[in-house]
């Protein structure tokens, strides 16, 4: 098969960047350009031959510009079959040419949707003809290359002037890219009509495996969102359940102000704190349980430096995330060759986007538990009103229980956890997991409080509670019982507050 050729380009874009070094390799090609509106104008300024498409096809551009590719002379010149007799007579006859390359990015919808925009603005926004010549070119493959997106670019200009040329396999890549382009454009623009959940993300990458090591992973990522904007410095590639304990971790020290630190097991804190620095936050979310960070994730809200990182080598751990990492913490943490190190500067919470989970036949969705927690929210159920350093405390249970499995109880002070029970079958069991673990590494409840995701459904895991020391509990309420829970608060000296709401994490 002989080289492909690309004698006539249409060039159709509303992000012009890099847009001049693709047109040099066109002209120095001879390439014939046909271009219109703003990006023909761009063309002409920069120094380049180009025909405006209202000149080809003899149309004007008509309605403010709404409509000028959507004609036969440029369509046709796209789905032209070149081997096809009554393709190429019929061409002759309508004085239709050839187009062997299309490139065309698209209105920016879904960036202006999320920035608020009104109606008007979003219909004017929805791209009709960029749509059709992407997917006619894409359609046409054999014969024609089709671009859209700007970092194509490169790789067009490296294919195009190598000595093989654009092969039919390449030209079948970027089809299968303009097609998923469109889907997705065309799936953003019917949600904003409907509502209606619409499931896509890039083609995916290989994890190292899945939940276990005899399963297989990928990692879908949708555009410039969540988890797809942090950056892997260093360590080897990364499995699923490193992909989900990443998650928690990045989204629980996002919820504090302060320097804070967590250490993640299977998605579930195991130690959380706050301090002055993040090599004092670290040290106090490890003394919560010594023995579980072994093999676990650390994430942090705040730069690590070299005194965090330090204490941080002397842990076998899969992975730190952080904002980012002073040079010379990174010195010192590359040394552990395994170690993945996350920077997570660029990670960008969407608080409207839809949590998806999967179940045998279909998918579940629900709204992200992104409510805040404020002290001005909590209301006091008993006679005892909390002291100053007792609603620091109360709030920092708040935010921590919110992330451990339910049933989840937290056993806190103002700085850290100090003993975390979660995911069992009753909640007074939760209670004494979480006693149990504060003894066992060595921490007194004295004057701590204690957090609870969801209402207590009897008085006893306050009695317990009450036991060791407990003086402060802060729970959602609703219980048909909470009258007689108050009442057993008011009888032991505890102060309780309640929030209003259910944080359940299944």
Request: hydrophobic share 40%; proline share 3%.
């Amino acid at each position: 098969m002989s080289k492909f050729k690309i004698e006539r380009a249409l060039i159709s874009v509303f992000d012009k960047s890099y847009l001049l070094d693709l047109l040099k390799v066109l002209a120095e090609n001879g390439v014939e350009i046909l271009s219109s509106g703003g990006t023909a104008n761009t063309i002409r300024d920069a120094g380049f031959k180009v025909t405006d498409v209202s000149d080809y096809t003899g149309s004007p551009e008509v309605f403010a510009g709404r409509v000028k590719t959507l004609h036969p002379k440029v369509h046709g010149g796209i789905l032209l079959r070149r081997e096809n007799p009554e393709d190429i007579a019929e061409a002759e006859t309508y004085g239709i040419k050839p187009i062997d390359l299309v490139v065309v990015n698209l209105y920016p919808f879904m960036e202006k949707i999320r920035e608020g925009a009104d109606d008007k603005t979003a219909m004017e926004l929805v791209d009709i003809g960029g749509v059709a010549l992407l997917r006619a070119a894409a359609k046409n493959f054999p014969y024609v290359a089709v671009l859209n997106k700007t970092r194509q670019y490169g790789d067009f200009i490296k294919a195009y002037t190598s000595a093989e040329g654009i092969t039919l396999e390449i030209r079948r890549r970027w089809a299968a890219d303009a097609f998923t382009h469109t889907a997705i454009y065309d799936s953003a623009v019917a949600h904003y009509f409907t509502g209606d959940l619409f499931l896509h993300g890039s083609q995916g990458v290989d994890l190292r495996y899945g939940e276990n090591p005899h399963q297989t992973a990928r990692w879908y990522k949708s555009a410039n969102a969540g988890l797809s904007r942090v950056r892997q410095l260093h360590g080897k590639e990364m499995s699923y359940i490193n992909v989900l304990d990443i998650e928690a971790a990045v989204n629980i020290v996002g919820d504090f102000s302060q320097p804070a630190c967590v250490i993640i097991k299977h998605t579930t804190p195991c130690g959380l704190a706050i301090g002055y620095s993040p090599k004092q936050a670290y040290e106090r979310a490890y003394s919560c349980d010594t023995r579980s960070p072994f093999g676990g994730i650390v994430g942090f809200n705040t730069e690590v430096d070299k005194d965090t990182a330090d204490i941080l080598a002397e842990l076998f751990l899969e992975a730190v995330a952080a904002p980012s990492f002073t040079d010379r913490a990174l010195a010192v943490l590359q040394k552990k060759k395994n170690l993945r190190l996350i920077e997570t500067a660029k990670f960008r919470l969407d608080k409207s986007e839809r949590r998806i989970v999967s179940v045998s036949g279909g998918f579940l969705s629900q709204e992200g538990d992104y409510a805040e927690i404020s002290k001005d929210d909590f209301k006091v159920m008993t006679k005892l009103t909390p002291t100053a350093e007792q609603w620091e405390a109360l709030v920092f249970g708040a935010k921590a229980v919110k992330w451990a499995k339910s049933n989840a109880v937290v056993l806190n002070n103002r700085w850290q956890t100090l003993g975390i029970g979660c995911g069992q079958t009753s909640r007074v069991g939760s209670v004494e997991i979480a006693v149990a673990n504060a003894a066992r590494f060595g921490h007194s409840l004295q004057d701590a409080v204690m957090a609870s995701d969801a209402f207590f459904p009897f008085p006893d895991s306050v009695e317990e509670a009450a036991k060791v020391g407990i003086k402060a509990v802060v729970q959602p309420g609703g219980s048909v019982k909470d009258e007689e829970v108050i009442k057993a608060a008011d009888e032991l000296g505890i102060t309780m507050v309640f929030t209003g709401k259910r944080h359940f994490r299944h």
